[in-house]
């Protein structure tokens, strides 16, 4: 019978740390927040017919689109965006641009920081998810699954609408 | 005699105040006139400097893979050409693709058709391609950086060259960020 109970006991408390490991959203309320988000058209292969001059073999891999958003963090504590993915591309990569001297270049970044208290802006001309190599046509009014990967927030997902640049 | 004298005055007058121009872009101190060469538009047909002229050209480098710094750009020269209201057909923009190998003319066509038909594309014929950007002083390098599935990137020269109705390159706007300069650059030059 205490054995019986016992075992209850620490089953039910195993369910309890499995619950606060699955959704670490649940120890820390919803500090993160994701607002405005959209991604660039872009195309994933050419026409099939692309003229003679495609002679080599190699399959055309396909093209690439960036997507924007503004990170709000609500807690007390820095969190970073690590890593973030979408079926549409064959990979996702945290990018920033920049123009140095005149010159334009864009590289990978590790992570995205978002201050306690704060937020951080993705925009075009700077920090930005990039999807590599495209699945998919991605056209004005598409809509696309993204998963973004933070270090305290953990795993959160959103959908992006695909549009013109706002001006 | 008199009045012959006063139109020549009036004229030099005018010549006078022609001159001073304050560009809001670089002006070169010497326009540069681009020698013939074979280019390609995104048709896949020849595309000749000579048939440009009479429109004013706005030209940028870049690549259809980049896919934030290079759109901005475009998005940017896009706005300026429409801020010309109904002088906007007077304008060609003319993007010269440092990618060509995968910015093949069936590719930007493709590309095209979500941004923006009315841009003219240079792409097919890297030898080309690279003559024409010795001529604009452009710079690219291929790149490589840690974790690009992509393969390769570039860096490349950011800015927007403005070239006259005789084909000549006249000014450089290293900032497409701002609109109103690079259009009150382009009137004066319609
Ligand atoms: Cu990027």
New binding site residues.
């Given amino acids: 019978m205490s054995k019986r109970k016992s075992q209850f006991r620490l089953s039910a408390v195993l369910m309890l740390v499995a619950v606060i490991a699955i959704a670490p959203a649940w120890a820390a309320p919803a500090a993160i927040s994701i607002e405005n988000a959209w991604a660039r058209p872009g195309i994933a292969t050419a026409a099939p017919a692309g003229g003679a001059m495609q002679s080599s073999a190699a399959p055309m891999k396909g093209g690439?689109s960036?997507v924007y958003f503004i990170l709000k963090n609500a807690g007390t504590t820095e969190d970073r965006l690590i890593a973030a993915s979408s079926p549409v591309a064959t990979k996702s990569?945290l990018?920033i641009?920049r123009i140095e001297n005149g010159v334009a270049s864009?590289r990978a970044v590790p992570d995205i920081a978002v201050p306690a208290g704060g937020s951080t802006e993705l925009k075009p001309g700077g920090l930005?998810v990039?999807l590599v190599g495209l699945k998919q046509d991605l056209k004005v009014g598409d809509r696309i699954p993204l998963e973004l990967r933070f270090a305290r927030a953990g795993v959160m997902q959103l959908t992006v609408e695909v549009k013109m640049m706002k001006q | 005699m008199s009045r012959f004298l006063s139109l020549a005055l009036a004229g030099t007058f005018l010549v006078a105040c022609q001159k001073p121009i304050a560009w809001n872009g670089q002006a070169l101190a010497k326009p540069i006139q681009p020698p013939e060469l074979a280019l390609v538009d995104q048709k896949d047909e020849t595309l000749r400097w000579q048939n440009l002229h009479d429109k004013v050209m706005q030209v940028n480098f870049g690549y259809s893979r980049c896919?934030?710094i290079c759109p901005l750009a475009l998005g940017h020269i896009k706005n300026a050409v429409k801020a010309l209201g109904d002088k906007a057909d007077r304008v060609a923009v003319v993007w010269v693709t440092i990618d060509p190998e995968r910015d093949t003319p069936a590719y930007i066509r493709k590309y095209l058709a979500l941004l923006d038909d009315r841009f003219i594309v240079v792409t097919r014929e890297v030898t080309e391609i690279d003559k024409l950007a010795k001529v604009f002083g452009v710079h690219y390098k291929r790149v490589l950086y840690d974790g690009n599935a992509d393969g390769y990137a570039f860096q490349h020269s950011a800015a927007v060259y403005v070239v006259d109705r005789r084909g000549h390159v006249r000014l450089i706007h290293g900032d497409t960020g701002d609109l109103q300069k690079i259009v009150e650059d382009v009137r004066h030059l319609l």
């Fill in positions: 690439n960036a990569e990018h641009s864009m930005h990039m | 896919p934030d």
